[in-house]
């Protein structure tokens, strides 16, 4: 046990948390225990050639698999450990995150609504989902009645939303889409349910239906993809190891306050899992923001600004870094999980954010532009709609379709893709996105491709990422080093 492993468990032994028994189990295991939620510090001894590896999780009694603070980190600069540590425990002392998430659902007068709520609470149950599910007529609603962390509208009182956000302030409040709501689809609406308050899912090792690449793509080397994902709450990180194209090792990380730190902690953890960055080929890293020659410039509450991400982590770890905007990857998912269509358009976007993302493929090619600009939509929304951004509409399905449609009208007249994948939790509806698009074409559909909605971006970001790597590993260009 080295010095700096005795100061950093002598500080989280002296941690001052109301409410909180702090229990040492043995020389490298920490309990905090809140009643409301469980902290563990655990120290990994990996050798003399290793520093030690600290262990930082928060779980929830009521859900011990879903961890809700989790990260690996290496014990050599105390300062840095110390700033880790405050912030799980920061995290545990906000007790109203591990309580159960209390959700409204509102209609004019809460018969509807009541049997719906009925059927997600018991879909919840069944999930192990520490949910509350609750109705109330509309008029009940709009007086601010009861503490709710999300309020869900039926389309018929969704005209409402502004009116029912400003009684509950705490709450996200968003329409639930028409023909999710008609078939009460509870997997559709706790999926958006999930989202937005931001509930951690780790990737899976393996799936019944995972995507795989179905392109002519020489898959023989070991690559570890890293896929950053901004969401309304906090940061989230999942990474896999691919050898051949099966996935060896998979991990995540999940915190409030994200950092390009957060990566080299990744990889230095590694062998933790029974690796070594010596064993890959290469790490590709898909992140928000506009990505240059390796550089990320994102302003913000990312934890990116602009950094020179891929020059720091390849040499600090002596690998091939690959760093890709993470909408450019999950568009070349689209493209190589598939072999019918050779230029497609990803479009991706958040609930209560009037511009989205784009990724272009065209015949194939990856379409960045100037400085890998391409794709970046705020411009084009300033151009089509103004300045001012509508944040209201981007709380229903009927004002994110306008939004989204005006978007892809311009991208069928500039591109013309062959299909066109829509990663948008409030649309669930293509045929309703086509219509609303035919407007801008004269009402002639012949000229609309095909639309399919994305299930899970963060797949096809990891498998976007994954066969960017490949195609640089085995066509470089010498003058992108990252």
């Not at 425990?89 to 018969?111: I, P």
């Not at 018991?122 to 999300?150: R, V």
């Not at 999926?191 to 239906?209: I, W």
């Not at 050898?243 to 999940?254: C, F, L, M, P």
Request: hydrophobic letters at 40%.
């Amino acid at each position: 046990m080295s010095q700096i492993g005795n100061d950093l468990r002598a500080y989280v032994l002296n941690q001052s948390i109301p409410n909180c028994t702090i229990t040492q189990l043995d020389e490298d295991h920490i309990v905090l225990d809140a009643n409301h939620a469980k902290s563990e510090v655990t120290f990994y001894n990996l050798g003399d050639e290793f520093a030690e590896i600290v262990e930082l999780r928060i779980t929830d009694p009521d859900s011990p698999d879903d961890a809700k603070f989790f990260l690996h980190f290496e014990l050599d600069d105390l300062v840095r450990a110390k700033e880790l540590v405050g912030e799980m425990v920061g995290e545990l002392s906000f007790k109203s995150h591990y309580e159960t998430k209390r959700v409204l659902l509102c209609c004019t007068a809460g018969l509807t609504t009541t049997m719906f709520a009925n059927k997600l609470q018991q879909a919840a149950k069944t999930l192990s989902l520490d949910y509350s599910f609750i109705a109330m007529p509309l008029e009940q609603a709009l007086l601010g009645d009861g503490d709710f962390d999300a309020v869900l509208l039926a389309p018929q009182v969704g005209y409402q939303r502004k009116a029912v956000a400003q009684a509950f302030p705490n709450a996200s409040v968003v329409q639930i889409p028409p023909k999710v709501y008609a078939a009460y689809d509870t997997g559709a609406t706790l999926k958006m349910v999930m989202h937005m308050l931001a509930d951690n899912a780790v990737f899976p090792a393996q799936t019944e239906d995972e995507l795989k690449i179905r392109r002519e793509l020489k898959n023989d080397k070991r690559i570890m993809v890293i896929t950053c994902i901004r969401r309304p709450r906090n940061g989230w990180y999942g990474w896999r190891i691919y050898d051949k194209g099966e996935i060896v090792a998979h991990g995540s990380i999940t915190k409030r306050r994200p950092s390009w730190h957060d990566i080299n902690d990744i990889l230095a953890t590694l062998p933790v899992q029974g690796f070594n960055v010596s064993d890959l080929d290469a790490i590709g890293i898909a992140v928000p923001g506009v990505v240059n020659r390796g550089s990320v410039a994102f302003s913000g509450h990312s934890g990116y600004g602009d950094y020179e991400l891929g020059r720091i982590i390849s040499e600090r770890f002596g690998a091939k870094v690959f760093v890709d905007n993470n909408a450019n990857a999950a568009a070349v998912g689209c493209y190589v999980s598939q072999d019918m269509f050779d230029s497609v358009v990803l479009h991706t976007q958040q609930t209560g954010h009037p511009v989205g993302g784009q990724g272009i493929v065209v015949d194939g090619h990856l379409l960045k532009g100037r400085i890998n600009y391409a794709g970046e939509l705020t411009p084009l929304h300033n151009a089509m709609l103004g300045t001012e951004r509508d944040y209201e509409r981007a709380w229903s399905p009927e004002g994110m379709r306008s939004i989204v449609a005006r978007v892809l009208a311009a991208d069928i007249s500039l591109v013309a893709p062959d299909a066109i994948y829509v990663a948008v939790d409030l649309l669930d509806d293509m045929e309703a996105l086509r219509t609303e698009i035919s407007q801008y074409f004269g009402n002639v559909p012949g000229f609309i491709p095909d639309l399919f909605r994305v299930e899970d971006y963060r797949e096809l970001v990891a498998l976007g990422e994954l066969a960017l790597c490949l195609q640089k590993l085995h066509h470089p260009r010498p003058h992108r080093k990252y």
